[in-house]
């Protein structure tokens, strides 16, 4: 895990001033460290039937794909309005100004899925929080675990995912 800490890239004042943006890129250029986080994540489902792996937009998509490969897995996408061709469900949740909206395909679940949900950093949690009932609203599915790569943990983003199994490779 101290290999993939040394490997992020902290880029100063990204999107904007005072954020600390964490930059995967590096991790997921490199030969063997994005593999070995691919298999550390699918060793955590060793043993478990895993239906579904949902990716959130957009760098949650990058994990989601190999790792649902690696479980034999569906690989699922949660993207922002608009982007979905067909029809779909809706969630909106608060940022620190305004509202997002996320959404995912109405069938892309199937009842009685098992379930996990990735992204790449767990930041507030409003994102994956608003993923989770997503798929707890509207399919009869059930969520193994809110994977990410990296927490953020001054951010208290676990506090507003209380009901879910969370777990994170690096935190910060
Ligand atoms: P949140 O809803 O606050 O947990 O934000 C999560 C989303 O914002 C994730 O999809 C991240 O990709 C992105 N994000 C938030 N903060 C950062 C950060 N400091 N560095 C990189 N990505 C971030």
Known sequence: MEEIKQIIRDVPDFPKQGIVFKDITPLLGHPEMFGKVVDHLKGRFDGRKVDHVVG???????????????????CVIVRKPGKLPYKTFQQTYTLEYG?????????????????????????TGGTMAAAAELVKGNFNANILEATFI???????????LGGLDLHSLIQY
């Open 99 to 123: 509202t997002d909206s996320i959404e995912i395909h109405q069938d892309a679940i199937k009842p009685d899925s098992n379930v996990v949900l990735i992204d790449d950093v767990l930041a």
């Open 56 to 74: 959130i937009e957009a760098r949650g998509f990058i994990f989601a794909a190999p790792l649902a490969y690696a479980l034999g897995a569906g």
């Open 150 to 160: 990296i927490e953020l943990e001054f951010l208290k983003g676990r506090e507003k």
